[in-house]
């Protein structure tokens, strides 16, 4: 078999698991989205690309941290406010048209799958445009913070980088000990982006939802997901320990490649756009 065959191999196969297993519990991660113009965290051998993401306890337990990080969030914004749904999105959006979603768990905090018109969704680790107080958890728009951020802080407001996967900035060689950040304007405390950071906990409440619509799923299918942090990839663990089987579609390797009967070594968006049309043919 040549290769440009071996795609359509592949897709014809992960047509049939589909129509084998109609119900499928989706978990989807940042290859999904680098079509759209936001970077993924790890190579083909799931290694970082870039240092690791900041930690919740750094971001809350020390200023210069906090202050590095929406220093990179004002320069890096622009770029996921203005990103748009990609192939993969479109497809996954098509897909629970046609019935075969019971639930999409995503890893992205951008929400280019609500905007691409998926409902079945659950954003396990957030949502970047939104930000929330850790004293009175009001929430507010990213976007009204990105203006008080601009007037704050005009010097760096002028400045262009590089984007990185979390909506921020490869900002390096900048002084920051002068970035001035807004704190929460209903009681004055500290202001996170409403994502869960590395060393903070998934609400309890989406790993039950999450958990519930795997119980009612025929299999799992994996999509850009490396599954390398753990709160994905123990879905795969538990879907594997439940006896029903698993599928999935990534460049590289994962930490679940051992639990996977079918993996499709292609891009994320062709795969997915050739299997809803070859399901919209049957």
């Known amino acids: ?21 109609p119900r499928l ?19 083909a051998d799931g290694e970082w690309k870039r240092p690791s993401p900041v930690t919740f306890q750094a971001f809350t337990g020390d200023d210069a941290t906090r202050r590095r990080y929406w220093a990179r969030s004002l320069v890096g914004w622009p770029t996921m406010a203005h990103a748009r749904p990609g192939t993969a999105h479109l497809a996954l959006a098509r ?10 768990l995503t890893q992205n ?48 407001a002028e400045l262009e980088a590089a984007t990185a996967p979390d909506g921020d900035a490869d900002l390096e060689d900048h002084d920051f000990d002068a970035f001035d950040i807004p704190a929460c304007p209903v009681c ?31 299999a799992m299918l994996v999509v850009g997901s490396s599954l390398m942090v753990y709160s994905g990839f123990r879905f795969a663990q538990a879907c594997a320990s439940a006896g029903k089987p698993l599928a999935a579609v990534n460049l590289g390797r994962t930490r679940a490649d051992s639990l996977f009967g079918l993996k499709v070594a292609q891009p994320v968006g062709e795969t997915l756009t050739d299997l809803v049309t070859r399901l919209d043919g049957r």
């Open 109 to 156: 905090v951008d929400g280019l799958h609500e905007a691409a018109g998926s409902r079945r969704v659950v954003d396990l680790h957030g949502r970047i445009d939104t930000v929330c107080c850790l004293g009175c958890e009001t929430r507010t728009p990213r976007a009204m913070l990105q203006v008080e951020l601009r007037r704050r802080n005009p010097r760096f």
């Open 25 to 43: 519990f989706v978990l989807g991660g940042a290859g999904c989205s680098t079509e759209s113009g936001i970077p993924d965290y790890r190579d």
């Open 1 to 21: 078999m040549n290769d440009t065959s071996a795609p359509l191999q592949d897709t014809a196969a992960l047509a049939d698991f589909v129509m084998r297993h």
């Open 188 to 218: 004055g405390g500290m202001l996170k982006p409403d994502v869960v950071f590395f060393g903070e906990s998934v609400p309890r409440d989406r790993v039950a939802a999450a958990q519930a619509a795997l119980a009612a799923a025929d």
């Open 95 to 104: 897909l629970e048209e046609l019935g075969h979603v019971e639930m999409l």
